[in-house]
């Protein structure tokens, strides 16, 4: 082999160096735009998830706690109650199939407790303790409710898809009813 001065000086890439530097090129930005997109729909539903769950739980915590504590329940619905409370202020829970919301309505303060629930629905039962059983049989009479059951689902819209939530189920049983 022999050193040629005259040759040596040319710089630069060649045609086949420079196509396959490109396609090279190209298949890692791909990769990583494909990575990058299938992240932040991966948080998206994170988000979404924890966001509904955390909604639930507030929820559930609230409806549990002044259940609990109701005296008696004056007028019901599939959609909503009315109890007087332990200090004989009217309680209300209402659902607003239209608005899609769950409110809790107290001593002219009105909480949003879910939004975006697609589904609303209250049941009311009494507890019969015959048989040594503590089954919840359906009631027609205020007088007679001791527990109640709520259903619900809700969803949630993020970046253009909508997360829904699994069904949520729940029966609170009355105790302080008289």
Request: charged share 15%; glycine share 4%.
């Given at each position: 082999?022999?050193?040629?001065?005259?040759?040596?000086?040319?710089?630069?890439?060649?045609?086949?160096?420079?196509?396959?530097?490109?396609?090279?090129?190209?298949?890692?930005?791909?990769?990583?735009?494909?990575?990058?997109?299938?992240?932040?729909?991966?948080?998206?539903?994170?988000?979404?998830?924890?966001?509904?769950?955390?909604?639930?739980?507030?929820?559930?915590?609230?409806?549990?706690?002044?259940?609990?504590?109701?005296?008696?329940?004056?007028?019901?619905?599939?959609?909503?109650?009315?109890?007087?409370?332990?200090?004989?202020?009217?309680?209300?829970?209402?659902?607003?199939?239209?608005?899609?919301t769950?409110?809790?309505?107290?001593?002219?303060?009105?909480?949003?407790?879910?939004?975006?629930?697609?589904?609303?629905?209250?049941?009311?039962?009494?507890?019969?303790?015959?048989?040594?059983?503590?089954?919840v049989?359906?009631?027609?009479?205020?007088?007679?409710?001791?527990?109640?059951?709520?259903?619900?689902?809700?969803?949630?819209?993020?970046?253009?898809k909508?997360?829904?939530?699994?069904?949520?189920?729940?029966?609170?049983?009355?105790?302080?009813?008289?």
């Amino acid at each position: 082999m022999f050193f040629n001065p005259k040759t040596s000086k040319r710089q630069g890439f060649t045609l086949m160096e420079f196509l396959f530097a490109t396609g090279v090129s190209a298949i890692a930005v791909l990769a990583i735009v494909g990575f990058s997109v299938f992240g932040s729909r991966s948080l998206a539903a994170l988000y979404a998830s924890s966001s509904l769950d955390q909604q639930n739980r507030k929820t559930i915590d609230q409806m549990t706690k002044d259940l609990r504590n109701v005296m008696a329940v004056t007028n019901f619905s599939t959609n909503g109650f009315i109890c007087q409370d332990y200090d004989t202020n009217a309680l209300t829970y209402i659902y607003n199939s239209t608005n899609q919301t769950l409110t809790r309505i107290k001593a002219s303060r009105t909480n949003i407790l879910l939004t975006d629930c697609a589904r609303f629905t209250f049941s009311y039962g009494m507890r019969l303790l015959s048989n040594g059983t503590f089954s919840v049989y359906p009631t027609a009479s205020s007088y007679e409710i001791k527990t109640v059951t709520a259903e619900w689902c809700c969803a949630k819209k993020f970046m253009g898809k909508t997360f829904d939530d699994m069904p949520q189920y729940t029966t609170i049983n009355i105790r302080t009813k008289q």
